[in-house]
């Protein structure tokens, strides 16, 4: 459903993302961990639609992003690490605006807004004007728009930022439950969301995957049981090699 | 249609916020204040309206078009949405076509309310109805244009107010180009076909036409061409910014 091959991104002489290869198929939720600057932000943005890639490609249900990038992106669900809303608008104003613009007209328009205000918990906030609302709230907000029209791929870009320990618990359980049907690409540098949500997890480095595995075979492979410890091996090791040369 | 979903967006944004009343309540107290002042509307006894009324539009749009159209990008940078308009199913070019139209609405709404005007001088006089029609889609291209180089400005920076300043100060250049008095200045100080160079920039040439009644291709090709730059360039740019 998601298949990344040699994505490559430049940003000048600062190389962000380092040929990238990997697969996210359907009914997989594939944790995306790393440090900050790793590149996780800057893989989901091309794998969106939204940066084009300095080299390489990515295919979302089999659509390749570079080629066709009008028919990839409506089958992805995309939410922004910053959660970005317009902030004069209502809560179902802006679902509705969002539906709108995925195609959905009428009664199909107000059913999928109505799933969506459901599924993210936004029932009482509903007529609410987005500057009015908590972080959760517009955190939720801007993961039901991902999911109005029920898309067969959803990137969430640190999903539970900011979110206090219920909503987090919330929103982990509603990833391992949209997963079994979608492909899911979540990051996040929180390492319990990967024993709670993920089927698989990837730590990423200065833009190069550094370990690829379940939450099994990665707690495995880090020899003490620990993720922390496995996640501090690999990504300062690559701080130490570039302070060496 | 995705244009018109973010056309409706914009409008209604531009309404749920006091700057549309704003500008249109500025723009209607200055062009008939001016109008009825400056412009010796009582005293000429003229009915055409091109001079008492008309005549101001450059003069206030230079200043005031660009404050409708700062926000168009310049907000979408800052607040982070131009990734969900990124990610949307939708080309760039449509978003672009949806905010400029919806900016220019809020002006022709403005026009729109100069109605009183239109009305006192048919009780008062006998004009040419269809050149003041004309005069009116002068003012509304100029507008046009003005806020079509707003919109290319704005999608250079995230800060409204460097787009507000600069986008000013093109519009300003505009309207003095083509402006007589200016123009006689400079044909003193460089040759003619120098002065024609710069006078084919300026507003002035082609709104003066219109506001006369004369519907002349050639202006509307010159306002409909120098819109369609300002926003292939808008195009241009935002896709530069992510490359």
């Given at each position: ?87 004069d608008m209502t809560v179902i104003g ?49 993961l039901a728009q ?100 | ?243």
């Amino acid at each position: 459903m998601i298949e990344v091959e040699n994505l490559t991104k430049q940003f000048g002489s600062k190389c962000a993302v380092d040929n990238l290869t990997f697969t996210v198929k359907k009914g997989e939720v594939l944790g995306f961990l790393g440090p900050n600057g790793a590149g996780k932000s800057t893989t989901m943005r091309m794998i969106t639609g939204f940066l084009p890639p300095t080299s390489g490609d990515a295919r979302v249900c089999g659509l390749s992003i570079s080629d066709d990038p009008k028919a990839a992106k409506t089958k992805v669900g995309y939410l922004p690490e910053s959660a970005p809303l317009y902030h004069d608008m209502t809560v179902i104003g802006f679902l509705k605006f969002c539906a709108s613009i995925r195609g959905l007209k009428g009664a199909a328009n107000k059913t999928a807004v109505e799933r969506a205000i459901e599924t993210c918990f936004l029932g009482s906030v509903a007529r609410q004007s987005i500057d009015t609302l908590s972080k959760g709230y517009r955190h939720r907000t801007c993961l039901a728009q991902a999911l109005l029209h029920d898309p067969e791929v959803l990137i969430l870009d640190e999903p539970t930022d900011g979110l206090d320990p219920n909503q987090k618990h919330e929103v982990r359980q509603l990833i391992k439950r949209l997963g079994k049907d979608k492909a899911i690409l979540f990051s996040t540098h929180i390492l319990e969301e990967v024993e709670a949500a993920c089927t698989r997890a990837v730590i990423v480095d200065c833009g190069r995957i550094v370990a690829d595995g379940t939450p099994a075979e990665l707690l495995a492979q880090s020899g003490s049981g620990s993720l922390t410890d496995l996640f501090r091996r690999l990504t300062t090791a690559e701080v130490k090699l570039k302070s060496e040369s | 249609m995705t244009s018109l979903t973010i056309y409706k967006r914009e409008l209604t944004s531009y309404f749920a916020q006091p700057t549309a009343y704003a500008i249109i309540v500025i723009f209607l107290a200055l062009s008939m204040g001016l109008a009825f002042s400056f412009g010796n509307f009582m005293r000429v006894g003229d009915a055409s309206l091109e001079w008492t009324f008309f005549f101001w539009h450059p003069w206030i749009f230079m200043l005031l078009a660009p404050a409708v159209g700062m926000k168009l990008w310049a907000d979408e940078q800052r607040t982070g949405t131009i990734e969900l308009l990124g990610t949307f199913p939708l080309s760039t070019w449509s978003a672009i076509i949806g905010k400029f139209l919806a900016a220019a609405s809020v002006w022709l709404v403005a026009l729109l309310l100069t109605f009183p005007i239109v009305i006192t001088v048919n009780y008062l006089g006998d004009p040419d109805n269809g050149a003041i029609l004309a005069g009116y889609l002068g003012s509304f291209l100029v507008c046009c244009t003005f806020l079509a180089i707003t919109m290319l400005v704005s999608a250079c920076t995230r800060d409204q107010v460097v787009c507000l300043i600069v986008s000013v100060a093109i519009c300003v250049t505009m309207v003095l180009c083509g402006y007589d008095d200016f123009t006689r200045e400079l044909a003193k100080a460089v040759s003619p076909a120098a002065v024609e160079a710069v006078v084919s920039f300026g507003v002035w040439d082609h709104f003066r036409s219109l506001n006369r009644g004369l519907l002349r291709l050639q202006d509307l090709v010159w306002f409909g061409s120098f819109v369609f730059v300002c926003l292939l360039g808008t195009s241009a740019i935002l896709s530069a910014k992510r490359a």
